[in-house]
């Protein structure tokens, strides 16, 4: 009874592309060639299914977690202690949202905003009866001292 030996031909898919095999390299060693063609490879892992047929098939697979939490998935102590600081921040920058929305609401505010809608129409329908290109003129005048 002769021993008969089948050389293994290994196949390497990621992301549903076949990438050729280098004899002499193992699949690690593989992974870290192809990674400068695809840098996601760096921390992707390689899966072996088991040999068939005289081949064998590699997948590599992108590692996916959750970055910055612990194994339950819970925040740890300092990005809990973090949260605790920015979700009053937060909090606060509605209630200055709602401030700007009060103020740019006020009666005066939209009877200068209606006047200006009404300055560039008026000065927009000049210069389409002249021809001319759009352009306006402000003087110092007709501007709002400042508070």
Known sequence: MAIEVTPIVRTFTYNGILLPDVPGLSPREVRDLYSAQYPELVSAEAEASPVANGRQDFTFRKAVGTKGAGASGQPGPRLAALLACVQPRQIGAASATAKLSRAVSQRAV????????????????????EGAAPRASVTSEMLTPLP
Request: net charge positive; proline share 0%; glycine share 0%.
């Open 110 to 129: 939209v009877n200068r905003s209606a006047a200006w809608s009404r300055f560039a129409r008026q000065t927009l329908e000049q210069h389409r009866h």
